[in-house]
């Protein structure tokens, strides 16, 4: 167990963004794990069964428990960048390092990442941290694909925008201008 | 939007994502898990789901609620070759009457409001719908302003 709680708990995280939710969802995980004890025990793959499960846990609690909140979190929720708070210096890739001296990288990442609103956080994490192809998520989420690549697409903007990030891109059209 | 953008700031969020190291789990995790499964197994086995019952025990179980099944059929099928059985159906029937008067009282009722559907006429109908479903979007507003004044994030 504490070779893949940590795994399991992430998953959990960063899909709740509740650390009590995410201990419930955890535990729940290895105890349905402990009753199939027999079939994971030596398993090549107990982690990723693991972490499917916490995938799939994570997002039935989402459903069972937030959906009345969201209705009423996300109603009137335009740009999530305007919150009000300020953009996080970092992500420069040239000027990383000097930024990094006094904030944690991946923490600052992190914070980014559970700042966004569950509509684009959930999609963006089942795509780029569980590998889930377009479709898988739409499935998951009952969605439709449409709507699975326009979250997808905002939530990287709006983490582009949080986290600064520069693309090569950008800055030759800078450039070229 | 310029689909080489797109790819470079697919392959940008994601490596910042995959950079993300694993998250820590609370150290009294593993032994929360630890006590619920010793506390599960203290439950005796009768107490637990079915499907953790013992194979014996989920076999005779089995046998047993099988058994009880066959001896209801049998019963019932005993009962009706027999005059009892008419007797107590009509037994069963008098102590539903009461259903009946129930459905008087709703068959009335459903007449007064169609009738005072024909006397209003739609216009103040439609008008009482307009103003119940402006009240109900006004409820909803409110709603959702209360709540996102309660937690709104400081």
Redesign the interface.
Known sequence: ??NY??????TA??LLTN?SEA?DV??EV??RA??RFGELQGSPTVGGWLKTVATNLSLNHLSRYRSR?TF??E??TGDPDA?GEPEMEF?DESNAGEELEARDR?AV??QA?QKLPTAQRVP??LY??EGLRYEEIAGKLGVSLGKVKTDI?RG??A??KK?R?T????NNLTGNA | MNPDYNKQLEAAISRELKALPELTAPAVLANRVMATLEQRARVPWYRRSWQTWPVAMQAASLVVLLALFGGLCLGGWQLSQTGTATLALHRVGEWFSGLSMIGNTFNVLVSAAVLVVKKLGTGVIATCLVAAGIGYAMCVGLGTVYFRLAFAKR
């Open positions: 167990m504490r709680q940590n795994m399991v708990f992430s995280m960063r650390q201990e955890t535990q290895f105890l402990y009753e909140w009423f979190s109603i009137f919150d992500a991946h990442v992190e990442l963006l994490v780029h941290l697409s990287r903007e983490l582009r986290l990030l693309l090569e891109l950008e």
